[in-house]
Structure formats: structure tokens, C-alpha cells
């Protein structure tokens, strides 16, 4: 028996805005709690030397969220394209 919900490919590039969206949100967070340990260990916690490894991951973790912005705005431009014209 067929679905008759059955997701059209605009609701699946939706859910996948979704998604990214919210990987969105986490990446934020992470980088800024990135930020804060890497200030930590750049000031008061610098003789152990750890600064430099946190501040590799705090750009990696940066890059992450650029990529998704990218790809959110590309998703969200052929999402537009997806929905039907409006009837005159």
C-alpha cells in the first residue's frame, strides 16, 4: 500500500535545512566554548602550553560553522526554486 504522506524532495530538502540548521546552532556553541577554554589556557592556565592545540580546534570548529552557513543558504535558494509558482 502506498503512503499517502510519502515526502515529496521539497519536504526532504527541508528536513535537511532542518538538520543543518541545527548543526548550525552547535557549532556556534561549540566555538564559543572553544573561544572561552582557548582564552584560559592562553592567560591563566599558559605554562602548560595547550593554547596553540585549542586554537587549532577553535578554527577547525570555525570552519565547520562557515561550511554550514554555505550550505544552508544554497539549500535554502534551491528550496525557493522547489515551491510551486503562485496561481495569478
Not at 38 to 44: A, S, T, V
Not at 52 to 57: F, H, P, R, V, Y
Request: net charge negative; charged share 30%.
Amino acid at each position: 500500500m502506498a503512503d499517502e504522506h510519502a515526502k515529496t524532495p521539497a519536504d526532504h530538502v527541508g528536513d535537511t535545512l532542518t538538520q543543518l540548521k541545527e548543526m548550525r546552532h552547535y557549532s556556534k556553541n561549540n566555538v564559543e566554548a572553544l573561544t572561552a577554554a582557548w582564552l584560559l589556557f592562553d592567560g591563566e592556565l599558559s605554562k602548560l602550553k595547550q593554547a596553540e592545540k585549542l586554537a587549532d580546534l577553535m578554527d577547525r570548529q570555525g570552519q565547520l560553522h562557515e561550511a554550514l552557513e554555505t550550505a544552508i543558504a544554497e539549500l535554502e535558494e534551491v528550496l525557493a526554486k522547489m515551491q510551486p509558482e503562485p496561481e495569478a
